[in-house]
């Protein structure tokens, strides 16, 4: 990896310590330490920006499909009770299966 020329940072003194100590610990110059820390948080702002770009689009995509059910008449209310209601007669079944009351 080619790197520009060197510039001059400085750091708040307890910032250095610890960014120092890190170094320390994983084995390379301080350089490295906050160069590598600095490629870590752009591709963690880069996949941010994807996820919040993902999350619009999802945003986007069910407001178009509320629109379009709105515009179908239909009830989502509506469409959910019957679904409802098989959901709590399967879980009556699983009780009474797990009670010894197994239902043929």
Avoid: H, W
């Avoid at 986007?60 to 059910?69: A, S």
């Amino acid at each position: 990896m080619a790197l520009s020329d060197s510039i001059k940072v400085r750091l708040r003194e307890g910032q250095a310590l610890v960014y120092a100590a890190q170094a320390e610990q994983r084995g390379v110059g301080i350089a490295a330490f906050i160069r590598d820390r600095l490629d870590q948080i752009d591709r963690v702002e880069e996949e941010l920006a994807s996820i919040r770009a993902a999350m619009i689009d999802m945003g986007e995509t069910l407001d178009e499909l509320r629109d379009q059910f709105a515009g179908t008449g239909n009830s989502a209310s509506a469409q959910v009770q019957p679904e409802l209601g098989n959901t709590e007669r399967r879980s009556d079944r699983n009780a009474d299966a797990v009670a010894g009351n197994c239902i043929a």
